[in-house]
């Protein structure tokens, strides 16, 4: 079993940053994805960024160019880096990995943007 937990989530003005970290309870190593998703109220839960074992990344359409994720290897820590904060990110933002065969959520951190 691996806990995932996510920190750096807030409240954050328009054009602003934030930067989620994502703390994995094990090292993490060889084939995986791991990832941030997101989901707003009254919608369904969305991709927002994944990176692969092997250094691939992958975005969402409305993200690109605003975000980038990153992992920490020595941590097996997973980041989110957001700039130029629109009220359309507003979500909770959770954690994702797929490893060994098996898959795992973090519990979740708050991202609004609001002035």
């Known amino acids: 079993q691996v806990q995932l937990v996510e920190s750096g989530g807030g409240l954050v003005q328009p054009g602003g940053s934030l930067r989620l970290s994502c703390a994995a309870s094990?090292?993490?190593?060889?084939?995986?994805?791991m990832g941030w998703y997101r989901q707003a109220p009254g919608k369904q839960r969305e991709l927002v960024a994944v990176?692969?074992?092997?250094?691939?990344?992958n975005y969402a359409d409305s993200v690109k160019g605003r975000f980038s994720i990153s992992r920490d290897n020595a941590k097996s820590t997973l980041h989110l880096q957001m700039n130029s904060l629109t009220p359309e990110d507003t979500a909770v933002y959770y954690c994702y990995l797929a490893y060994r065969s098996l898959t795992y959520w973090g519990q979740g951190t708050q991202v609004t943007v609001s002035s």
């Open positions: 990176l692969t074992g092997a250094g691939s990344t």
């Open positions: 094990q090292t993490i190593f060889g084939m995986y994805i």
